[in-house]
C-alpha cells in the first residue's frame, strides 16, 4: 500500500503534468511576456528619440528628406518694442536702459559760431541713460542721467547765434544710435512736465510783455525769433529752433521786444510726477545748457534787451545772458544734457533675467 502510495506521490510531482514541470512552463510563459514587454519599451524609447532629434515623424522610415539634429534649438530672445512697454507701464519714467551710441568720438564745436574765437573739441563720453517720456510719434525717449562732464562755452552774439544749433548738433553727432537721434535738452521739456497749477512760468514778473529797449543791438537770430518784432517785421523761429548756423548782429531803427525769460528754484511739488525732479535736478555734475534762447529787459523806462541761453543749475531753472542790446558780451562755459530718441519698433530683450530698469546695473537691454 505503502508503495503504490509513493507512486502516485512522485508522479503527480515529477511526471509529465506535475508541479514542477507546470512551475517550469509557467517561468517560462513569464520570461516570454517581460522579454516581449521590453522589446516594446526599446521600440517606443527608439521612436520618441528619433522624434526628439528630428528625426522621422511625418516621413517613412528611411525618409531621405529627414535631417538629423543632435542638439536642441537655443530658445530665442523675447523682444518687444519699447513703445509698447512703456504704454503697457511695464518700462517706466526713470527706468534705466542700457543705450549705445553709435556716433562719431568727439565733435568740434566751431569758435566762429561758439562766439569763442577757438576750436573746443567735445569727446563722446559714457552715459548711463534714462527713461525721459515717449512722444505723441511714439517714439520712447532717454535722458543722460547725468550731464557730460565735458563743457562748452559759449559767448557774445555768435553764442546766442548759435546756441540752439551747436548743442544740439553736437549732441547728435555723440549719442546718435541705430534707429536712434539724439539733441539737447530744452526748456520745453521742463516745462511741459511741469504742474502749474502749483507755479505758473507764464505768470513769472513781465513774461510775455512788450518793450521798447533804447539799446537796439541784437544778434541776427533775434530778428528771426516767434513774437518779436525788428523794423515792422515780426519772426516765426521757435525759441529751441536752429536748423544752421549763423553769425552777426543788427541794429534796429525800430523794434518791439517780447520778454520771454523765466527763472525758478524747483521743488518735486512743481512737476507732474516726482520723478522729473529726479531726472532734471540731482544730477551729479554741475551746470547745464539749454538749447533755448530767451529775452530779458531791464532798466525803467526799459533800456536795454539782454540775450540769454537757458540752464539748469541744482534745483534753479534760469538763463545765463551772454549778450546786451548796447553791444557788451560775456562767455559762460556749462555742461551739456544729451536726449536721446528711440524709434517706437526698437525691441528690449525681455527675458533677462534681473533686468528691471530700476538700477545701471539692472537697465533693460535692447535687443
Not at 123 to 144: F, H, P, Q, Y
Request: charged share 20%; proline share 4%; aromatic share 8%.
Amino acid at each position: 500500500m505503502l508503495l503504490i502510495l509513493a507512486a502516485v506521490t512522485i508522479s503527480f510531482v515529477l511526471g509529465e503534468d506535475g508541479i514542477i514541470n507546470k512551475a517550469k512552463e509557467a517561468a517560462n510563459a513569464m520570461n516570454n511576456a517581460v522579454a516581449n514587454d521590453q522589446a516594446s519599451l526599446n521600440n517606443l524609447y527608439n521612436e520618441l528619440n528619433d522624434i526628439m532629434n528630428g528625426i522621422g515623424g511625418s516621413g517613412e522610415e528611411g525618409d531621405s528628406n529627414s535631417e538629423t539634429n543632435t542638439e536642441p534649438e537655443p530658445p530665442e530672445e523675447e523682444g518687444r518694442p519699447i513703445a509698447d512697454l512703456v504704454n503697457d507701464g511695464t518700462i517706466k519714467v526713470g527706468d534705466y536702459v542700457a543705450y549705445t551710441p553709435t556716433g562719431e568720438s568727439s565733435y568740434p564745436v566751431d569758435g566762429t559760431y561758439s562766439g569763442t574765437g577757438t576750436e573746443q573739441v567735445i569727446n563722446k563720453e559714457s552715459l548711463n541713460w534714462r527713461v525721459l517720456d515717449i512722444t505723441d510719434d511714439g517714439k520712447v525717449r532717454l535722458i543722460s542721467a547725468n550731464p557730460t562732464e565735458a563743457e562748452v562755452e559759449l559767448k557774445g552774439a555768435n553764442g546766442y547765434n548759435n546756441a540752439v544749433y551747436l548743442l544740439d548738433e553736437l549732441c547728435n553727432t555723440l549719442y546718435k544710435g541705430e534707429n536712434a537721434t539724439a539733441k539737447s535738452l530744452k526748456i520745453e521739456d521742463i516745462q511741459n512736465k511741469m504742474n502749474l497749477s502749483v507755479w505758473n512760468y507764464n505768470n513769472y514778473s513781465g513774461y510775455g510783455s512788450t518793450y521798447n529797449p533804447s539799446n537796439k543791438k541784437y544778434p541776427l537770430i533775434f530778428a528771426q525769433e516767434m513774437g518779436q518784432t525788428v523794423n515792422g517785421k515780426s519772426g516765426s523761429l521757435d525759441l529751441s529752433e536752429q536748423t544752421s548756423a549763423m553769425t552777426g548782429t543788427g541794429t534796429a531803427n525800430t523794434w518791439t521786444v517780447r520778454y520771454t525769460y523765466w527763472s525758478k528754484y524747483m521743488e518735486a511739488s512743481n512737476y507732474v510726477e516726482p520723478v522729473y525732479h529726479e531726472l532734471f535736478h540731482t544730477a551729479e555734475t554741475g551746470t547745464y545748457w539749454l538749447s533755448s534762447r530767451c529775452v530779458h529787459v531791464t532798466g525803467s523806462p526799459a533800456k536795454l534787451a539782454h540775450f540769454y541761453v537757458r540752464c539748469v543749475s541744482s534745483r534753479n531753472v534760469y538763463g545765463m545772458g551772454i549778450f546786451s542790446s548796447n553791444g557788451g558780451g560775456i562767455s559762460d562755459t556749462y555742461h551739456v544734457r544729451p536726449v536721446v530718441s528711440l524709434e517706437s519698433n526698437v525691441e528690449i530683450d525681455t527675458s533677462v533675467a534681473g533686468k528691471d530698469g530700476s538700477s545701471p546695473d539692472k537697465a533693460w537691454i535692447i535687443k
